[in-house]
């Protein structure tokens, strides 16, 4: 009989144990299920970031290529102003020395005007 004793109680004692998985199984399951929305709503938000990232990165990209445009036109307007300035300075010389010609010309002109007048004084002498 003490065989079928100990049988009883090894019986009882695991009996006992699959009692507490059980029980620990459930409460396990239970917290799962209780988690388990909230595992999804953290899903779907890293999944609202990854879109977020995204359009964040499509914004930088579109950005960066507006950026490099006004980049673009920036060194071409200053190429630009640099050919108009060359253009001013060869402008400014030529009325610089356009100017100088005019002076010259009034000399000139003076001394003919002179010239004419010596030479009409010159012939109004000899005139009968």
Same mark, same amino acid.
């Given at each position: 009989?003490?065989?079928?004793?100990?049988?009883?109680?090894?019986?009882?004692?695991?009996? #006992?144990?699959?009692?507490? /998985?059980?029980? %620990?199984?459930?409460? /396990?399951?239970?917290?799962?299920?209780?988690?388990?929305? #909230? /595992? =999804?709503?953290?899903?779907?938000?890293?999944?609202?970031? *990854?879109?977020?990232?995204?359009?964040?990165?499509?914004?930088? %990209?579109?950005?960066?290529?507006?950026?490099?445009?006004?980049?673009?036109?920036?060194?071409?307007?200053?190429?630009?102003?640099?050919?108009?300035?060359?253009?001013?300075?060869?402008?400014?010389?030529?009325?610089?020395?356009?100017? =100088?010609? *005019?002076?010259?010309? #009034?000399?000139?002109?003076?001394?003919?005007?002179?010239?004419?007048?010596?030479?009409?004084?010159?012939?109004?002498?000899? #005139?009968?």
């Amino acid at each position: 009989m003490d065989e079928n004793m100990h049988t009883a109680t090894a019986t009882a004692e695991i009996t #006992k144990t699959i009692g507490l /998985v059980q029980s %620990d199984t459930d409460s /396990v399951t239970k917290t799962m299920n209780a988690v388990l929305p #909230k /595992v =999804e709503a953290s899903v779907a938000s890293s999944n609202q970031v *990854i879109d977020m990232l995204s359009n964040i990165r499509t914004a930088s %990209d579109e950005t960066l290529t507006m950026i490099r445009g006004v980049s673009s036109a920036s060194e071409e307007q200053s190429k630009t102003t640099q050919s108009l300035a060359v253009n001013a300075e060869e402008i400014s010389g030529t009325i610089q020395a356009t100017a =100088e010609a *005019i002076v010259n010309s #009034k000399h000139s002109t003076d001394e003919l005007k002179a010239l004419a007048l010596e030479l009409h004084n010159s012939v109004s002498y000899f #005139k009968v």
